[in-house]
């Protein structure tokens, strides 16, 4: 029997403070809200007038009733609670020790409410999609996010599993309210936060059937719930009911972009790019202001090496703001009291507790910035180091000198006459900044340009006139690099880097469009970029961050190669680490393994996670390390991994990570339940913590995943 985890605290300096910033806060919610609040008040037993408050965040506990919440804050044997569980209301249940229970509503002017059935099923639903919302994929990064909070997993039988369905079901058609990812613009009825929770659930389960039976019944009533089902039939290995599905619900709704994207996405995920490219121009021309439609046509140009228009396409994406999810906001605490439960006593684990040392990082590769790109901006960073990684940095280049128009050609036309005429947002050619990547054809050599231009809102920053011809891009990936303090001697690294050719700026259409900027008429014509665009300042700043990026990996792995070969006189190198000759902090490994991996190389990122490994243990490093293990189906080393991050995941009071439950199902559908739980039980681990990941494997069990009864 795996043990509760333990309780944080954060003390307050006055008691209920918590509460009323909370209270201040439900005006300002957007869509789920943040965790759950639990508030107690403690009372002194040596000092019966001395109190303390005390809270803590929790999600995936049952909020159905006053009755179960109460009896969540019993388990915690305090005098107080406080719950919380809608957008622009807290369903809030106080428990008194001796005493009784008291449940009302909380609106966002501050009025209470009475607590209805139906604002407990929507508390109920909504405590689940919080659950699967705020849960930690197992690098981390979520736990790290917000202090004090417990994550249970919310779903743990079948029979709550019928009550989740149910509620999904009759709260379906207001799903749109409670707001969806930051890739999507207009939350709808199939793109919104209960879908991708819904989605969330079936995906880490395997629960296929049951999101079937529900999606069935709903499409009986709407066939725009079609691109659901078919997702799902997908996942659940049912190929040729979903093509029927899409065949039929995209002849009765040709114009719906969510069926189109599906249809498209599994044709790329069957490398069939050549039917998936009309699917894809059509699902743009049905939501043009979507992100989602214009990076799947990106992504198909790519796969189709069809460079030039992929970076067209990717010029028009629309971008988002990227709006976080709601977080809690509370005063400074007094102090912050973190136990650590016996039963995740573990030392390899134990030495990550000390956290994150910033001084030991290395100030050039504090400076990068595309780690913090999320959202949008971070998808259409992956898709501009994608095509990097395939053709190389000096192609992209030319590719993008010959498809947008450069700020020295602007500068220089301007002076001459020539024979085409710019005007503003579009040259005259017929066409706009949608068609060229939707209707053009691509050109016989790829890269020429391709006839069409567009408004841009400008390149602000300072250009760099100086561009010397670097190094093909294929080498520049592949030479082995550190870094460098700028201030000491150049290192064989830094010169190699120094070789990457710097982009140039393209002209920002501020300029173009600019009173003091129009061009004479008798200079009004414009040969050399009569066909080509404006590029997004968005994506100028893109390939700015990505030669920041390019020019650190140089260096890292230019001046491990010489430390390396500078190694070898004196005798060779530990070939199970080749890193062993170039000396890094852990952080410093952990962010050149995410540099490498942003930058899609997967080899050199696994590398660097795991010399970040042999200094002391990262979640992030681990879950990027098991992630390869899986790809390559080495399944003990899986579990090996699995096994340390779900205690790490434990010491810091999470029991539940969707990713890591889906990996275990995974593991039981091709090994058996049976073989899985001997591995881990054979591992010399403390028991209590192979404990922690026999309670996955009872999960799996519990929903009768295949393979759970061998």
Same mark, same amino acid.
């Given at each position: 029997?795996?043990?509760?985890?333990?309780?944080?605290?954060?003390?307050?300096?006055?008691?209920?403070?918590?509460?009323?910033?909370?209270?201040?806060?439900?005006?300002?919610?957007?869509?789920?809200?943040?965790?759950?609040?639990?508030?107690?008040?403690?009372?002194?037993?040596?000092?019966?007038?001395?109190?303390? #408050?005390?809270?803590?965040?929790?999600?995936?506990?049952?909020?159905?009733?006053?009755?179960?919440?109460?009896?969540?804050?019993?388990?915690?044997?305090?005098?107080?609670?406080?719950?919380?569980?809608?957008?622009?209301?807290?369903?809030?249940?106080?428990?008194?020790? /001796?005493?009784?229970?008291?449940?009302?509503?909380?609106?966002?002017?501050?009025?209470?409410?009475?607590?209805?059935?139906?604002?407990?099923?929507?508390?109920?639903?909504?405590?689940?999609?919080?659950?699967?919302?705020?849960?930690?994929? !197992?690098?981390?990064?979520?736990?790290?996010?917000?202090?004090?909070?417990?994550?249970?997993?919310? %779903?743990?039988?079948?029979?709550?599993?019928?009550?989740?369905?149910?509620?999904?079901?009759?709260?379906? =058609?207001?799903?749109?309210?409670? !707001?969806?990812?930051?890739?999507?613009?207009?939350?709808?009825?199939?793109?919104?936060?209960?879908?991708? #929770?819904?989605?969330?659930? %079936?995906?880490?389960?395997?629960?296929?059937?049951?999101?079937?039976?529900?999606?069935?019944?709903?499409?009986?009533?709407?066939?725009?719930?079609?691109?659901?089902?078919?997702?799902?039939?997908? &996942?659940?290995?049912?190929?040729?009911?979903?093509?029927?599905?899409?065949?039929?619900?995209?002849?009765?709704?040709?114009?719906?972009?969510?069926?189109?994207?599906?249809?498209?996405?599994?044709?790329?995920?069957?490398?069939?790019?050549?039917?998936?490219?009309?699917?894809?121009?059509?699902?743009?021309?049905?939501? $043009? *202001?979507?992100?989602?439609?214009?990076?799947?046509?990106?992504?198909?140009?790519?796969?189709?090496?069809?460079?030039?228009?992929?970076?067209?396409?990717?010029?028009?994406?629309?971008?988002?703001?990227?709006?976080?999810?709601?977080?809690?906001?509370?005063?400074?605490?007094?102090?912050?009291?973190? $136990?650590?439960?016996?039963?995740?006593?573990?030392?390899? %684990?134990?030495?990550?507790?000390?956290?994150?040392?910033?001084?030991?990082? +290395?100030?050039?590769?504090?400076?990068?910035?595309?780690?913090?790109?999320? #959202?949008?901006?971070?998808?259409?960073?992956?898709?501009?180091?994608?095509?990097?990684?395939?053709?190389?940095?000096?192609?992209?280049?030319? %590719?993008?000198?010959?498809?947008?128009?450069?700020?020295?050609?602007?500068?220089?036309?301007?002076? &001459?006459? !020539?024979?085409?005429?710019?005007?503003?947002?579009?040259?005259?050619?017929?066409?706009?900044?949608?068609?060229?990547?939707?209707?053009?054809?691509? $050109?016989?050599?790829? #890269?020429?340009?391709?006839?069409?231009?567009? &408004?841009?809102?400008?390149?602000?920053?300072?250009? @760099?006139?100086?561009?010397?011809?670097?190094?093909?891009?294929?080498?520049?990936?592949?030479?082995?690099?550190?870094?460098?303090?700028?201030?000491?001697?150049?290192?064989?690294?830094?010169?190699?880097?120094?070789?990457?050719?710097?982009?140039?700026?393209?002209?920002?259409?501020?300029?173009?469009?600019?009173?003091?900027?129009?061009?004479?008429?008798?200079?009004?014509?414009?040969?050399?970029?009569?066909?080509?665009?404006?590029?997004?300042?968005?994506?100028?700043?893109?390939?700015?961050?990505?030669? @920041?990026?390019?020019?650190?990996?140089?260096?890292?792995?230019?001046?491990?190669?010489?430390?390396?070969?500078?190694?070898? /006189?004196? !005798?060779? /190198?530990?070939?199970?680490?080749?890193?062993?000759?170039?000396?890094?902090?852990?952080?410093?490994?952990?962010?050149?393994?995410?540099?490498?991996?942003?930058?899609?190389?997967?080899?050199?990122?696994?590398?660097?996670?795991?010399?970040?490994?042999?200094?002391?243990? *990262?979640?992030?490093?681990?879950?990027?390390?098991?992630?390869?293990?899986? @790809?390559?189906?080495?399944?003990?080393?899986?579990?090996?991994?699995?096994?340390?991050?779900?205690?790490?995941? =434990?010491?810091?009071?999470?029991?539940?990570? $969707?990713?890591?439950?889906?990996?275990?199902?995974?593991?039981?559908?091709?090994?058996?339940?049976?073989?899985?739980?001997?591995?881990?039980?054979?591992?010399?681990? /403390?028991?209590?913590?192979?404990?922690?990941? +026999?309670?996955?494997?009872?999960?799996?069990?519990?929903?009768? *995943?295949?393979?759970?009864?061998?």
């Amino acid at each position: 029997m795996v043990a509760t985890p333990a309780v944080p605290e954060v003390i307050e300096h006055e008691i209920e403070s918590a509460i009323d910033s909370r209270n201040d806060a439900l005006p300002t919610l957007r869509e789920l809200g943040p965790p759950d609040l639990v508030h107690l008040i403690k009372q002194s037993t040596r000092s019966p007038n001395k109190q303390n #408050g005390v809270y803590h965040h929790v999600t995936g506990i049952d909020a159905s009733s006053s009755a179960s919440l109460a009896a969540y804050i019993n388990t915690l044997t305090q005098t107080s609670g406080d719950k919380s569980s809608k957008i622009v209301s807290d369903m809030r249940v106080e428990v008194k020790i /001796p005493g009784g229970v008291e449940s009302y509503c909380i609106d966002e002017r501050g009025d209470k409410r009475v607590a209805s059935d139906s604002l407990w099923l929507e508390t109920f639903l909504c405590a689940v999609l919080r659950a699967y919302s705020y849960a930690d994929d !197992g690098s981390g990064d979520t736990i790290k996010k917000i202090i004090a909070v417990r994550r249970f997993d919310p %779903i743990i039988t079948t029979e709550l599993e019928h009550r989740f369905l149910d509620a999904a079901e009759r709260l379906f =058609y207001k799903g749109w309210q409670l !707001g969806s990812d930051p890739e999507i613009q207009v939350p709808n009825l199939v793109s919104n936060h209960l879908t991708t #929770g819904l989605l969330s659930y %079936i995906h880490a389960t395997g629960r296929y059937a049951s999101g079937i039976n529900l999606f069935e019944k709903l499409r009986s009533r709407d066939p725009e719930i079609s691109s659901l089902l078919a997702r799902v039939l997908i &996942q659940g290995d049912e190929e040729v009911k979903a093509i029927n599905l899409l065949k039929e619900s995209i002849e009765e709704l040709p114009m719906d972009y969510s069926l189109l994207d599906c249809q498209a996405a599994f044709l790329q995920q069957k490398n069939n790019l050549e039917w998936a490219l009309p699917l894809a121009q059509r699902a743009v021309v049905a939501a $043009p *202001s979507e992100f989602g439609t214009w990076a799947r046509l990106a992504e198909i140009y790519v796969g189709l090496e069809k460079w030039d228009l992929a970076l067209l396409t990717l010029n028009s994406c629309p971008m988002f703001t990227y709006q976080d999810k709601d977080a809690p906001r509370m005063p400074e605490p007094a102090r912050v009291n973190l $136990p650590l439960l016996s039963d995740t006593n573990y030392n390899e %684990i134990d030495e990550s507790v000390n956290g994150y040392d910033i001084e030991a990082v +290395h100030p050039n590769l504090r400076k990068l910035t595309a780690g913090n790109y999320k #959202g949008t901006f971070l998808k259409a960073y992956s898709l501009l180091t994608g095509i990097t990684a395939k053709i190389g940095w000096d192609q992209l280049l030319r %590719i993008r000198s010959q498809v947008f128009v450069m700020e020295e050609e602007y500068r220089s036309e301007k002076s &001459q006459p !020539g024979t085409g005429r710019t005007t503003g947002r579009f040259t005259h050619t017929g066409r706009t900044p949608s068609t060229t990547a939707l209707r053009a054809p691509s $050109p016989q050599v790829n #890269g020429m340009p391709s006839p069409s231009s567009e &408004q841009n809102d400008g390149k602000e920053e300072k250009a @760099e006139d100086d561009e010397e011809d670097g190094e093909d891009g294929e080498n520049a990936r592949e030479a082995k690099p550190g870094v460098e303090d700028a201030t000491e001697a150049p290192s064989e690294g830094t010169v190699a880097a120094d070789r990457l050719a710097q982009p140039k700026h393209t002209v920002a259409s501020v300029e173009v469009k600019s009173g003091g900027e129009e061009p004479d008429p008798s200079h009004s014509n414009y040969t050399h970029f009569q066909h080509k665009r404006l590029c997004e300042r968005w994506l100028d700043n893109l390939f700015m961050v990505l030669y @920041e990026d390019l020019r650190i990996y140089t260096i890292w792995r230019t001046d491990m190669a010489r430390a390396k070969a500078s190694s070898e /006189p004196a !005798g060779s /190198p530990n070939p199970n680490n080749p890193s062993a000759a170039y000396n890094k902090s852990a952080e410093e490994w952990e962010i050149l393994g995410d540099l490498a991996e942003r930058l899609h190389h997967a080899p050199e990122a696994i590398e660097a996670y795991q010399s970040c490994l042999r200094i002391r243990f *990262s979640p992030k490093a681990m879950r990027a390390v098991t992630k390869m293990w899986e @790809e390559e189906h080495k399944n003990e080393n899986v579990l090996q991994g699995l096994i340390r991050l779900i205690a790490w995941q =434990y010491r810091w009071y999470s029991e539940f990570s $969707p990713g890591l439950l889906r990996i275990i199902r995974k593991l039981i559908e091709d090994e058996g339940a049976v073989k899985v739980r001997s591995i881990v039980q054979a591992t010399s681990l /403390p028991q209590s913590v192979l404990d922690l990941t +026999h309670h996955y494997v009872e999960l799996c069990a519990n929903f009768r *995943s295949n393979g759970s009864d061998v």
